[in-house]
């Protein structure tokens, strides 16, 4: 519609019948624009009598009316849905009410569904699936749980219903859900049984082949050929794996080196290396508390020179914890076992299959090379033996060893199956 006014100065608004009515009052201001026209009120927009407009041309209650019309138009910010126990934000009631109905895989869940908690069941469902999708971050395991209730739901709903359709979503739900759950044991290196994971791995199939990789940069470039020099170089090669430069206390050389840890530290500064800050000395080192580390610096390991391996501060940190838990191990201990035997039971645990066996299944066979093993340890091969023999009486490995055909064939203990590097 048009407002204007007409010959003797009276408004009038045209309407779909191009007609003039003289039932508009003019308000205020109303023939320049600053004013209000004023329409019927009648209930439908008929064509009642319009309210009375008093002196001065403003309607009683027009100011609360312009209140409300301006707090109507700026958007209000919606509180943000609590979310239930099991972290799913709760529907309101209103919306179901509106028509929203509950849906979970595609399907509406009736209103009426009997008995009342698998309804509720269903419903959650649909709302804890569509959580998961809004996640940043995959989370199998919890994939494979949502997957596990929707087969016992919808299992329950065939029964209830009759329906043969609903069982075989049920039924795809439990092939889902086991499928899912043998992916994430993939991806963390775990096997998987009839009853879950069997075991729960330090180290995951992708960190077991850089710890392998790491182990093999030390067979082959220990600038010493002892056992303890040999020990330190890991340790500290995996301190210092990232950047080159890494922090080591007086505690963790002498867990590591025991008596001789002064020695060792020393002579690898003297063929260059490990570097110490000018003002520390290898006794300094020794002194070091956890508060105030030592400071260390492996030059082959620097990011300016080709360096062996690449890792992230992830596999950096749980690589030298799965090492500090092995070289500490508590019956290792307890057996006082030397550095060689420690050491084979660092190369024997990250040359193990995830059932304990030792070695690959290639083409030489199972086992490992007597030869190589040897060279790692800072051992003779015809040694090797013995200090296998050590593992065993500390309970590291299950059974009594064999070394014939120059290979070394063993099966991790159960207890130490976690520290399998799966091959």
């Keep these: 519609m048009n407002a204007g006014t007409g010959d003797g100065d009276e408004l009038f608004v045209d309407g779909s019948d191009r007609g003039r009515t003289d039932r508009v009052k003019a308000g205020r201001g109303a023939a320049t624009g600053g004013g209000t026209v004023m329409f019927s009120d009648a209930p439908g927009g008929g064509s009642g009598p319009a309210p009375a407009v008093p002196a001065g041309g403003r309607r009683p209650g027009a100011a609360?009316?312009?209140?409300?019309?301006?707090?109507?138009?700026?958007?209000?910010?919606?509180?943000?849905?609590?979310?239930?126990?099991?972290?799913?934000?709760?529907?309101?009631?209103?919306?179901?009410?509106?028509?929203?109905?509950?849906?979970?895989?595609?399907?509406?869940?009736?209103?009426?569904?009997?008995?009342?908690?698998?309804?509720?069941?269903?419903?959650?469902?649909?709302?804890?699936?569509?959580?998961?999708?809004?996640?940043?971050?995959?989370?199998?395991?919890?994939?494979?749980?949502?997957?596990?209730?929707?087969?016992?739901?919808?299992?329950?709903?065939?029964?209830?219903?009759?329906?043969?359709?609903?069982?075989?979503?049920?039924?795809?739900?439990?092939?889902?859900?086991?499928?899912?759950?043998?992916?994430?044991?993939?991806?963390?290196?775990?096997?998987?049984?009839?009853?879950?994971?069997?075991?729960?791995?330090?180290?995951?199939?992708?960190?077991?082949?850089?710890?392998?990789?790491?182990?093999?940069?030390?067979?082959?470039?220990?600038?010493?050929?002892?056992?303890?020099?040999?020990?330190?170089?890991?340790?500290?090669?995996?301190?210092?794996a990232r950047a080159g430069t890494g922090n080591v206390t007086g505690q963790d050389l002498g867990g590591w080196l025991q008596g001789d840890a002064e020695r060792v530290l020393q002579e690898l500064v003297d063929v260059g290396w490990l570097l110490l800050p000018e003002d520390v000395t290898a006794d300094d080192a020794l002194m070091s508390r956890p508060e105030e580390p030592a400071q260390i610096t492996v030059p082959t390991l620097i990011p300016t020179q080709p360096r062996p391996f690449f890792f992230g501060k992830v596999t950096r940190a749980r690589l030298s914890g799965w090492a500090q838990k092995v070289v500490g191990d508590r019956k290792l201990r307890k057996k006082k076992a030397g550095t060689p035997t420690r050491l084979l039971a660092v190369y024997t645990a990250a040359h193990s299959r995830p059932d304990g066996r030792l070695g690959g299944a290639g083409e030489d066979g199972d086992g490992l090379a007597l030869d190589t093993v040897a060279a790692f340890c800072g051992l003779r091969p015809e040694d090797v033996a013995e200090h296998a023999g050590l593992l065993v009486a500390a309970g590291w490995l299950a059974e009594e060893v064999d070394t014939a055909g120059e290979r070394l064939r063993g099966r991790l203990a159960e207890r130490v199956l976690p520290l399998s590097g799966l091959l």
């Design 64 to 240: 609360s009316d312009a209140a409300g019309a301006r707090a109507a138009s700026v958007p209000r910010a919606r509180p943000t849905p609590r979310p239930g126990p099991d972290g799913v934000p709760a529907k309101s009631r209103k919306a179901r009410k509106a028509g929203q109905w509950a849906k979970v895989a595609q399907r509406i869940v009736p209103d009426d569904l009997q008995p009342e908690v698998l309804r509720v069941e269903l419903t959650e469902l649909g709302d804890a699936f569509r959580a998961y999708q809004r996640r940043p971050e995959p989370d199998l395991a919890v994939l494979a749980e949502l997957h596990d209730r929707k087969a016992r739901a919808f299992a329950r709903w065939a029964d209830v219903t009759g329906d043969t359709s609903l069982q075989e979503e049920a039924d795809r739900a439990a092939a889902a859900a086991q499928t899912t759950r043998e992916m994430d044991a993939n991806r963390h290196g775990v096997p998987v049984g009839e009853d879950g994971p069997l075991v729960e791995r330090l180290l995951t199939r992708g960190q077991g082949v850089h710890l392998r990789d790491v182990l093999e940069h030390v067979r082959v470039g220990s600038p010493l050929p002892e056992a303890e020099a040999r020990l330190a170089v890991l340790m500290l090669t995996l301190r210092a």
